[in-house]
């Protein structure tokens, strides 16, 4: 059973205003008869018009960059380093290139699987070095979620990727609660040096 997922038109709208608002929000992944969870903790923005650190910088149209022309909220998944996958849902109207990369969750639901897929044992067995890093990176809440480039291109509204407001939405329980009010913090984009002047923008939204 699916939850009821956040509406298209939450990502059909100003790409920064939406990685602001992604933050507390829950991602979850469906595969195998699996559900995990997690609440959006860092995200930074990527647009493609006038950007660029962005892959589709001047509307630039390749194979690798059609994701981002497609429908609100469709997923981007690309590889780093030739080993991580980085997930981004696709912002603004179609055709219009741009999207917000998922930097950092807080693990919620299914937390021993997730901690299998990071470093194969289960959650109480990890060390206080990879609880500290757990699924703070990119590639590391891909690894930990499963996300990889089956999901590239994958449609909103699909099951088995879905951002919800809440736990309860995504058809879950949650005994830990939202925390209340966000305290966001607002900084530059990692990773980004060679994108001259647009790198100091600030565009890196963390909790």
Same mark, same amino acid.
């Given at each position: 059973? *699916?939850?009821?997922?956040?509406?298209?038109?939450? &990502?059909?709208?100003?790409?920064?205003?939406?990685?602001?608002?992604?933050?507390?929000?829950?991602? @979850?992944?469906?595969?195998?008869?699996? @559900?995990?969870?997690?609440?959006?903790?860092? *995200?930074?923005?990527?647009? +493609?018009?006038?950007?660029? !650190?962005?892959? $589709?910088?001047?509307?630039?149209?390749?194979?690798? *960059? /059609?994701?981002? &022309?497609?429908?609100?909220?469709? !997923?981007?998944?690309?590889?780093?380093?030739?080993?991580?996958?980085?997930?981004?849902? @696709?912002? /603004? +109207? /179609?055709?219009?290139? !741009?999207?917000?990369?998922?930097?950092? @969750?807080? $693990?919620?639901?299914?937390?021993?699987?997730?901690?299998?897929?990071?470093?194969? =044992?289960?959650? $109480?067995?990890?060390?206080?070095?990879?609880?500290?890093?757990? #699924?703070?990176?990119?590639?590391?809440?891909?690894?930990?979620?499963?996300?990889?480039?089956?999901?590239?291109? #994958?449609?909103?509204?699909?099951?088995?990727? /879905?951002? =919800?407001?809440?736990?309860?939405?995504?058809?879950?329980?949650?005994?830990?609660?939202?925390?209340?009010? #966000?305290?966001?913090?607002?900084?530059?984009?990692?990773?980004?040096?060679?994108?001259?002047?647009?790198?100091?923008?600030?565009?890196?939204?963390?909790?």
């Amino acid at each position: 059973m *699916t939850g009821r997922m956040l509406p298209q038109s939450f &990502f059909d709208r100003d790409t920064v205003t939406t990685a602001r608002d992604l933050l507390g929000k829950y991602l @979850v992944r469906r595969y195998d008869g699996l @559900v995990l969870a997690a609440r959006i903790t860092e *995200t930074e923005a990527y647009i +493609g018009r006038m950007d660029r !650190a962005c892959h $589709a910088y001047n509307y630039r149209r390749t194979a690798r *960059t /059609e994701p981002l &022309f497609a429908p609100p909220g469709t !997923a981007y998944v690309y590889l780093i380093y030739g080993m991580y996958h980085c997930l981004n849902l @696709v912002t /603004e +109207g /179609e055709g219009e290139p !741009a999207a917000v990369l998922i930097r950092g @969750v807080e $693990a919620r639901h299914g937390l021993d699987i997730i901690a299998e897929n990071r470093f194969h =044992c289960k959650a $109480a067995a990890m060390t206080a070095g990879q609880r500290k890093n757990f #699924l703070n990176g990119p590639g590391k809440v891909c690894a930990g979620l499963n996300i990889d480039r089956r999901l590239n291109g #994958l449609p909103w509204g699909s099951k088995e990727l /879905e951002v =919800c407001a809440s736990l309860a939405e995504a058809g879950l329980a949650d005994p830990a609660g939202d925390g209340g009010p #966000l305290d966001i913090r607002v900084g530059t984009r990692v990773g980004v040096d060679y994108a001259g002047e647009d790198a100091r923008l600030p565009w890196r939204f963390w909790i």
